[in-house]
């Protein structure tokens, strides 16, 4: 914990960056600059060729990036630093149909000195501007994406709570109808059959009351729910429930109130297990 604290802390304050380029002199720090930029520049060469199959020649250059990257070390970790890292290379140069598999292990072991040794000194080698520069970038960057975060964070909180409805129907009254708004339209069942609606929220939310506008087949008026049980879920998990009744047909159904509550909820069931005539129906849910 303490380590990635202290990898956060010196990330955006590059404190540890600054004082260890201050401890180096700075014709030190140009030795090992070039030193750096040399290593860099013949481990590409090496890696081209290798790749090429021109293995003798990428080795010779594999060794020479491995020599300007001991030249680095000595320059800020002084000769120890550079003798911590000794490979043995052939000692004379190769024709390419020489190169054996332990040539091939020892490119790969001068590529892992390069690279580490990339690793281990370029913070010692900054100069003040550059670590400047990155202490700029680096908060930038990070209150960039702070900002973003928060933006989208907002969106997501302030966007509307969607609802879509399933369930058995009627063909021409689907489930959607018993939440899209609109009194006029109804969820019918099938001819005869009890059933259930599943309403299902974007996201959670909290419910203090339901309304039920029962249905009645519009002019036909021969269907509308009879007795019905109502779920409020989370999860799967029923926070609260209650039944109720429609006594008849009504010619001009009016919102009626159940009292029913709970928070958190992502999904309610109307199940209708009896219904007036014909079938079950229902105009709208909706929720306080
Ligand atoms: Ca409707």
New binding site residues.
Partial sequence: MRAAIDFVVEFFTRKKAALQSAQLSAEARDRARRALALCSQRARSAETLWNLHFRSTALTLARGAFDAAQEARAAVLGEQGAEALALAWPSADLLDREVAREHTALFSRARSAWESTEREIRDRILVPGEILRQRIARGATTAVIGIAVIVFGVLYLVRPVTMSARGESYPGHPAQ??V?G??S??WLLPSNKTGKLEITFSRPRDIDGVKIINGRNEHYGDRAVKDYRLELRRDGKVLAATTGVFAAIEQSPQPVAVDLAANGVDQVIVEVTGFHKAGGGL??VSFE
Avoid: Q, W
Wanted: glycine share 0%; no cysteine; net charge negative.
């Fill in positions: 109808n018993a899209d609109d009194p339209t109804e105009a709208e």
